[in-house]
Structure formats: structure tokens, C-alpha cells
């Protein structure tokens, strides 16, 4: 399974930037996919998620600003974001697993799953 990402960049608060990550490998469709993130000194963290049937998750910090989806036909998975904060730096991973992969949104709004496949990441700086 390889999972290349592109999109990141620099962005001033406020601003909007797509991620994209393209897929190949494995049969892209029948796959849980997601984005992480790790921000200087901090722990990874998961970002967003969507199954095989479409449906999604997001961390509680980034709901209603930021938008998963797919295009099978692409292969490829997108991250859109918009209102975007200087908290959200950081280098995201596209990620992505088999279908029974549970995903688990906490109580205090975190979203964790273990993910088996990881790409290198894309850098996204917010900053003035």
C-alpha cells in the first residue's frame, strides 16, 4: 500500500488549503481511510475519517472547518480545509486500513484508530 500526499503549504490564518492523497496498492474503495497530524513537540493526532460506505469522523477541533472525501475513480482522498488557525500546523498523514477498522471518537472529542498504512506526510503552516 503506498499513500502519497500533496497540498500542504503555507497559509495565513483564516485561509482555506486542500490536502490530497493518492492511494494505490490495495482496493482503494473497500478501505477505511484518514488523516492524522503532528504539530511541533506534540503527540500525532487523528484529524477526520471516512469508511467504505462514506460515512465520516472528525475531532471535536476541527468540526465544521474541515471536510474528508474520496473519489474511487481517483484513487485519491482529499482533506478540505477552511478557517484555518495557527494551531492547525503541523505535518499530516494520509492514512488508511481495512474495512472492520473501529474508529473511536472520545468523550473529550478526540478521534483514535490504528491505522496500519501511513504516508510521509505534507507540511501545513498557518501563520501571518
Known amino acids: 500500500v503506498q499513500l502519497v500526499e500533496s497540498g500542504g503549504g503555507l497559509v495565513q490564518p483564516g485561509g482555506s488549503l486542500r490536502l490530497s492523497c493518492v492511494a494505490s496498492?490495495?482496493?482503494?474503495?473497500?478501505?477505511?481511510m484518514g488523516w492524522f497530524r503532528q504539530a511541533p513537540g506534540k503527540e500525532r493526532e487523528g484529524v477526520a475519517t471516512i469508511d467504505d460506505d462514506g460515512n465520516f469522523d472528525y475531532a471535536d477541533s476541527v468540526k465544521g472547518r474541515f471536510t474528508i472525501s474520496k473519489d474511487n475513480a481517483k484513487n485519491t482522498l482529499y482533506l478540505q480545509m477552511k478557517s484555518l488557525k495557527p494551531e492547525a500546523t503541523g505535518m499530516y498523514y494520509c492514512?488508511?486500513?481495512?474495512?472492520?477498522?473501529?474508529?473511536?471518537?472520545?468523550?473529550?472529542?478526540?478521534?483514535?484508530?490504528?491505522?496500519?498504512?501511513w504516508g510521509q506526510g505534507t507540511q501545513v503552516t498557518v501563520s501571518s
Open positions: 496498492g490495495y482496493t482503494y474503495s473497500s478501505y477505511c
Open positions: 492514512t488508511a486500513d481495512g474495512r472492520d477498522l473501529v474508529v473511536v471518537v472520545t468523550p473529550t472529542g478526540e478521534l483514535e484508530a490504528n491505522f496500519s498504512y
